[in-house]
């Protein structure tokens, strides 16, 4: 799959007073949010759309002005490297109120991500996150169940450390309207059922992180069979929101060989968080060739006050 031309005409958006540059004729261009799913579905990059019909937009006031909410995203690629680290060393990220989740007592999970988001409402973008599994923040003892469903993707928690993105629109989106720590830079993610491949450029162009892998067997899920979903949390202007991001796969694969996976710290902001958390060893790579989301705008949560 290639990325958009560089020299692709763009116009001009405001978003919560911000103006920033979208493709022109593109998604966000064409209906700011509010998709023509029938136009979406002849696409040939979409495999189908039944998963968003049963998601209905509404629409809300956020930091970035009124928007819809949940954004789609049509047609998107994923890679997950989990780790296992130190309790003692995450605590030292994780701000006083969230707790890891740990793998036996001492021992928590941390994990890398990619994202390619070939179609979806604000257009084609790539973007990595460092972020760290954490309790649930409104949950009682955990059992082995919830590290089971966790590890499967199918539910997580999450608090993120690190978030760069190759789009104006996702940078604003995403640091003013829902709390994370995003910034723009060049970023290649490339996935396909041989290879996986990433690489997020510092501030001097050079490498930040870097990683490449062999692709894990993938196997095929009818839309909605297997939707799984994500909590992060985030402050926005002192208060706690939890964000959801449901996933719907439709072509994923896991493994715990690690024998092809070479993932390079350089020098920057993802690599400085990652080095922080003194991550152990590697358990288990996760790819999704061929998935779908919706991502929901924050919503205020409680979130009680660690105890010990």
């Given at each position: 799959?290639?990325?958009?031309?560089?020299?692709?005409?763009?116009?001009?958006?405001?978003?919560?007073?911000?103006?920033?540059?979208?493709?022109?004729?593109?998604?966000?261009?064409?209906?700011?949010?509010?998709?023509?799913?029938d136009?979406?579905?002849?696409?040939?990059?979409?495999?189908?759309?039944?998963?968003?019909?049963?998601?209905?937009?509404?629409?809300?006031?956020?930091?970035?002005?009124?928007?819809?909410?949940?954004?789609?995203?049509y047609?998107?690629?994923?890679a997950?490297?989990?780790?296992?680290?130190?309790?003692?060393?995450?605590?030292?990220?994780?701000?006083?109120?969230?707790?890891?989740?740990?793998?036996?007592?001492?021992?928590?999970?941390?994990?890398?991500?990619?994202?390619?988001?070939?179609?979806?409402?604000?257009?084609?973008?790539?973007?990595?996150?460092?972020?760290?599994?954490?309790?649930?923040?409104?949950?009682?003892?955990?059992?082995?169940?919830?590290?089971?469903?966790?590890?499967?993707?199918?539910?997580?928690?999450?608090?993120?450390?690190?978030?760069?993105?190759?789009?104006?629109?996702?940078?604003?989106?995403?640091?003013?309207?829902?709390?994370?720590?995003?910034?723009?830079?060049?970023?290649?993610?490339?996935?396909?059922?041989?290879?996986?491949?990433?690489?997020?450029?510092?501030?001097?162009?050079?490498?930040?992180?870097?990683?490449?892998?062999?692709?894990?067997?993938?196997?095929?899920?009818?839309?909605?069979?297997?939707?799984g979903?994500?909590?992060?949390?985030?402050?926005?202007?002192?208060?706690?929101?939890?964000?959801?991001?449901?996933?719907?796969v439709?072509?994923?694969?896991?493994?715990?060989?690690?024998?092809?996976?070479?993932?390079?710290?350089g020098?920057?902001?993802?690599?400085?968080?990652?080095?922080?958390?003194?991550?152990?060893?590697?358990?288990?790579?996760?790819?999704?060739?061929?998935?779908?989301?919706?991502?929901?705008?924050?919503?205020?949560?409680?979130?009680?006050p660690?105890?010990?």
């Amino acid at each position: 799959m290639s990325s958009p031309p560089k020299d692709q005409d763009t116009v001009k958006v405001d978003l919560g007073g911000r103006e920033v540059a979208v493709p022109k004729g593109g998604l966000y261009d064409r209906y700011r949010m509010n998709p023509d799913l029938d136009a979406i579905a002849r696409d040939p990059r979409v495999s189908g759309v039944d998963f968003f019909r049963r998601l209905p937009k509404i629409r809300v006031d956020s930091p970035i002005g009124p928007t819809l909410t949940p954004n789609f995203y049509y047609t998107m690629s994923t890679a997950r490297l989990t780790m296992l680290a130190p309790s003692k060393a995450i605590r030292t990220r994780l701000p006083e109120e969230l707790s890891p989740l740990e793998i036996v007592p001492g021992l928590g999970i941390v994990s890398v991500m990619f994202f390619r988001y070939d179609v979806c409402d604000i257009d084609f973008y790539t973007e990595a996150t460092v972020g760290i599994a954490v309790k649930p923040a409104r949950h009682g003892k955990l059992g082995f169940l919830d590290l089971v469903t966790g590890l499967k993707n199918e539910r997580l928690d999450a608090y993120v450390l690190s978030l760069p993105v190759s789009s104006d629109i996702a940078q604003v989106r995403g640091h003013d309207g829902y709390g994370f720590p995003k910034w723009v830079t060049h970023l290649d993610v490339d996935i396909d059922d041989r290879r996986t491949t990433a690489r997020v450029a510092n501030d001097a162009g050079g490498v930040d992180l870097a990683f490449s892998a062999t692709t894990p067997a993938q196997r095929a899920y009818l839309s909605g069979e297997r939707v799984g979903s994500l909590s992060s949390y985030t402050k926005i202007n002192g208060g706690w929101h939890s964000t959801l991001n449901q996933t719907n796969v439709l072509n994923a694969g896991t493994t715990r060989s690690t024998r092809d996976v070479a993932l390079q710290l350089g020098e920057g902001r993802m690599s400085d968080d990652l080095r922080s958390l003194k991550p152990k060893r590697t358990i288990q790579f996760d790819v999704m060739t061929e998935g779908q989301a919706a991502l929901h705008m924050p919503v205020p949560t409680s979130v009680p006050p660690r105890n010990g």
